[in-house]
């Protein structure tokens, strides 16, 4: 059987109100690309990731503009303890005095002691792209940190949200179902999607390796997890609301395959990182060409150069783990 045939289906009434949902563009890198949502229900709130701590400013103009005051908002959940996602959590919870956070068992240790992620991304980025970047990453104070094991279900004013764990991108990613839209915020589990690539066919997407934990059949069965609660649509970290689910579902599953392919491929060559590099903007062009997209080659890299920069070094961290 394949992915979308093997997904055991979980019934749930057709409800179709995706009122209450607000995208915020969080300015993370560039416009349009990194995104934070606000629902609102019954004159309460939450977060659904947040970026970092320059985009705290945004997310609590977010509330106002939207009828709530920072004592309004009940809950920060954050899909994994990537910076980009949940980078600005400490500040913006010493923002909002009743809310608490809502993280994924892997995740929450990192975040009330943020010690080894500023580390590791420090050794990556340097100190300098750090500061330009992520800012201060503050603590979450433990006692405003709730753990969501698999299945971990809350309120929103009597909205349901439920927290899956769904790895593949990250050991310690969970994705946030709302039952009312029946809507799932993914993170960054059903991939990149961004506005600027959409086509006359649709959107454009890709899923992402990006270092260290890809793991590619937990991904898939993480996405097929998504579609057996029949969705009518995915709002994404990168970037906002997609519809046309099963179709993008099956280019997610094709492209992981081939991106693993293509590593495999270039895993004996010296110059394996260019070789990935180079792969993964051949497979992205076709694709979105294929896709209709409406920018030329140029600008389609210019827009993806990051994540494919990500990409290969994902797939390396996957082939070396994958050799161990």
């Known amino acids: 059987m394949g992915w979308l045939e093997s997904a055991a289906v979980v019934d749930s009434p057709p409800r179709m109100d995706t009122s209450g949902i607000h995208l915020i563009d969080t300015a993370f890198q560039r416009d349009h690309f990194d995104a934070a949502y606000l629902l609102v229900e019954q004159g309460r709130g939450a977060f659904v990731d947040c970026g970092t701590q320059f985009a705290v400013p945004r997310l609590l103009q977010a509330a106002q503009a939207n009828g709530l005051a920072a004592e309004d908002i009940d809950w920060l959940l954050v899909t994994h303890a990537h910076l980009d996602h949940a980078g600005g959590a400490g500040a913006l919870l010493q923002a909002l005095p009743n809310a608490r956070l809502v993280a994924h068992p892997r995740a929450a240790q990192h975040l009330i002691d943020p010690t080894k992620l500023i580390a590791g991304a420090t050794a990556v980025y340097g100190e300098a792209e750090m500061a330009r970047s992520y800012g201060h990453i503050l603590p979450v104070p433990e006692h405003r940190v709730v753990v969501a094991e698999d299945g971990h279900t809350l309120e929103l004013a009597g909205r349901r949200l439920q927290c899956i764990d769904t790895p593949g991108h990250a050991r310690h990613h969970f994705c946030v179902w709302d039952e009312q839209s029946r809507s799932w915020f993914t993170g960054d589990t059903f991939g990149l999607s961004y506005r600027e690539l959409d086509g006359p066919q649709g959107p454009f997407i890709l ?35 997609v519809t046309d689910v099963d179709r993008l579902a099956a280019e997610l599953f094709e492209q992981i395959d081939a991106m693993c392919a293509l590593a495999r491929q270039c895993d004996e060559r010296a110059d394996r990182h260019r070789c990935l590099v180079a792969a993964l903007t051949a497979l992205y062009l076709e694709r979105a060409r294929a896709q209709r997209c409406p920018l030329d080659d140029e600008a389609i890299i210019g827009v993806l150069a990051m994540d494919i920069e990500l990409n290969a070094q994902g797939l390396a961290c996957w082939l070396d783990r994958d050799r161990r």
């Open 207 to 241: 899923p992402t390796s990006s270092p260290v934990q890809f793991e590619p059949e937990a991904l898939k069965t993480s996405i097929a997890r998504l579609l057996a609660y029949r969705p009518t649509a995915m709002y994404l970290t990168h970037y906002g609301r």
